[in-house]
């Protein structure tokens, strides 16, 4: 297991990309949509995990819910496992509260599901298994 990213919320990706790209100096990969989650995601490879900026496409999706309570700042976690309906289940049967009961396709195609900050101290988890 390893942490596969940190996402974080920003109203624009260049918003982002000010501070990550220009002043840090991390090589974006293509922003991409992931239109089922409302929101623009960019990757920024940092050693073997990622910054995931996300600007939400509306204010109604969660990520622009979440501007409009908290404003900028981490957003979820993401960690990779090897088989995320294992992890689901065992999950689940621990006590878990889970947002997403089956997994579904994410940024870069891969497959993710969020378990609610209620139940793992209050940060938003991805699970997410690259295919
Ligand atoms: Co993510």
Do not use: Y
């Not at 918003?15 to 990757?43: K, S």
């Amino acid at each position: 297991m390893k942490v596969d990213h940190i996402g974080i919320a920003t109203p624009t990706i260049d918003e982002g990309l000010a501070i990550w790209r220009d002043a840090l100096g991390l090589e974006p990969h293509a922003t991409e949509e992931v239109t089922e989650q409302g929101v623009r995601v960019c990757m920024l490879p940092v050693g073997d995990t990622h910054v995931e900026l996300l600007e939400p496409l509306s204010a109604e999706s969660a990520v622009g819910k979440f501007l409009a309570k908290r404003g900028p700042g981490i957003h979820h976690i993401a960690i990779e496992v090897r088989d995320i309906k294992a992890s689901l289940a065992e999950l689940k049967q621990k006590g878990a509260r889970l947002i997403d009961e089956t997994p579904r396709v994410g940024a870069r195609g891969c497959l993710v599901a969020f378990i609610h900050p209620s139940s793992t101290n209050g940060v938003l988890l991805e699970l997410v298994q690259h295919q």
